[in-house]
């Protein structure tokens, strides 16, 4: 199984992106996809991430940070997508999309996804 992730560029402070990952399966078969970053310097860290079990529900999941700004939906088969708006300087970095196939009900660490996209740059100027 392979991620794409598109949908990055450069932007403006305030403005909004929207970024997707499709997954090379017909259908998605984990347990999450969700989205991490990684800015210059810094550790990959966790942005949001969906629930995609049937007890999940479809349930989201976001860093305390991007709660209010930022939207994790997903399509009805492979697709999961980021939406930012009122995007911040400090929001520049390298968006992943990943995948968790084997730990139900574990999303938040890098160490629960199998799978990972190539990455999408996301470069908020001010």
């Known amino acids: 199984v392979q991620l794409q992730a598109s949908g990055g560029g450069l932007v403006q402070a305030g403005d909004s992106l929207r970024l997707s990952c499709a997954a090379s399966?017909?259908?998605?078969?984990?347990?999450?996809m969700g989205w991490f970053r990684q800015a210059p310097g810094k550790e990959r860290e966790f942005v949001a991430s969906l629930d995609w079990s049937r007890s999940g529900g479809g349930s989201a999941y976001y860093a305390d940070s991007m709660k209010g700004r930022f939207t994790i939906s997903r399509d009805a088969r492979n697709t999961v997508f980021l939406q930012m708006n009122s995007l911040k300087p400090e929001d520049t970095a390298i968006y992943y999309c990943?995948?968790?196939?084997?730990?139900?009900?574990?999303?938040?660490?890098?160490?629960?996804?199998?799978?990972w996209g190539q990455g999408t740059l996301v470069t908020v100027s001010s």
């Open positions: 990943a995948a968790n196939y084997k730990y139900p009900g574990y999303f938040r660490s890098t160490s629960v996804y199998q799978v």
């Open positions: 399966e017909r259908t998605f078969s984990g347990y999450f």
